[in-house]
């Protein structure tokens, strides 16, 4: 339930009736930080509507209203990032490294992608591994090998943030925060990344239903992001063919339904460059604004997710048959 307030209520008043009636509630700021609405949270006991509505200061009171307002409120929005339009007429192609392994690399990879038709670079310099032994990415060196490239091709970095202590040195460099799908309700990170107040890419948690997902949106916004790209990236299945299940209805429902700015990344979700190409497309098909996709000029030679690395070429083919380029025009 939401309780929307009257532009000159006495907000403390009204918080005081909602206590003394047992409520719990969470206030609602408005962009100028002034409190217009109340939400009123779940411990609440059962209440009749009618009685808050006749509440002096309550203007209505909204049943069953969405548990994410602040993302609701994104619907149909074009997100901009440098030249990266979400929403917008054309998909938002995202390519680069896994991990981002050294300077040369990096930028053969942002040469590749804006040959492509991508308008973002990707790459990892902080990386969750499995594994403790494995390459866990050069940190904030690798930070600024990417900002320089990016720059050197007019790409926005994406970059993961891995923990609330690194915010700050990543927020320098990157144009959007990545939040990993291991991190997706790691709350005091999106609390962190949020307070950066730029735009934030939220991966789905590998068993992440879709309203936590869209909670964890919620959280982002909630603490001050300037906007939320939603990242499909395949959620556990039951069958080891492919890494993950990449899960195209909840790419149309967020596109479809949702309206959210929503895109998604066929190379986690299936760990084969063979299958790359098809999902991107497909992705586009049911709704995504853009994909992101992992590639690297020696796809043999990367250090992390070899398997599922594309090489120039078959970015190049991606982006072709996102409308990105033309098919036939020789790659710059
Ligand atoms: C990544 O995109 O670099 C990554 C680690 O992906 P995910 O969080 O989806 O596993
Ligand atoms: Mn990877």
Request: aromatic fraction near 4%; hydrophobic fraction near 50%; charge should be neutral.
């Amino acid at each position: 339930m939401l309780i929307r307030l009257e532009p000159d209520a006495e907000t403390a008043a009204v918080q005081g009736r909602l206590k003394a009636l047992g409520l719990w509630f969470t206030p609602l700021a408005d962009a100028a930080g002034r409190v217009c609405a109340l939400r009123i949270d779940p411990p609440s006991p059962p209440i009749d509507p009618g009685r808050l509505r006749r509440l002096p200061g309550v203007a209505e009171v909204l049943v069953g209203a969405s548990p994410h307002p602040r993302v609701d409120a994104q619907a149909g929005r074009v997100v901009t990032v440098r030249r990266a339009a979400f929403g917008g007429p054309a998909p938002v192609l995202i390519a680069g490294p896994c991990s981002v392994d050294a300077p040369d690399t990096v930028m053969a990879a942002a040469e590749a992608a804006a040959a492509a038709g991508a308008t973002a670079l990707r790459g990892g310099a902080f990386k969750p591994r499995t594994s403790p032994y494995s390459f866990d990415g050069h940190g904030v060196e690798a930070l600024g090998w990417m900002r320089t490239a990016a720059d050197r091709h007019g790409l926005a970095v994406i970059t993961e943030v891995l923990s609330e202590r690194d915010v700050e040195r990543v927020a320098a460099h990157a144009d959007v925060l990545q939040i990993g799908s291991r991190n997706m309700q790691n709350f005091a990170l999106l609390r962190a990344a949020g307070a950066a107040r730029v735009p934030c890419l939220l991966k789905r948690g590998m068993a992440a239903t879709v309203e936590e997902w869209l909670l964890a949106g919620e959280h982002l916004l909630a603490h001050g992001a300037a906007a939320v790209i939603f990242c499909e990236r395949g959620v556990r299945g039951f069958d080891p063919a492919t890494r993950n299940l990449l899960d195209l209805a909840a790419v149309a429902l967020l596109a479809h339904v949702h309206r959210q700015p929503v895109i998604a990344d066929p190379s986690h979700a299936t760990g084969r460059r063979d299958l790359i190409e098809p999902l991107a497309l497909a992705a586009r098909a049911a709704g995504a604004a853009g994909v992101m996709v992992e590639m690297h000029p020696d796809p043999a030679r990367a250090r992390s997710d070899a398997a599922q690395a594309i090489d120039r070429a078959t970015l190049r083919r991606i982006g072709a048959g996102l409308g990105l380029v033309d098919a036939h025009e020789e790659a710059a």
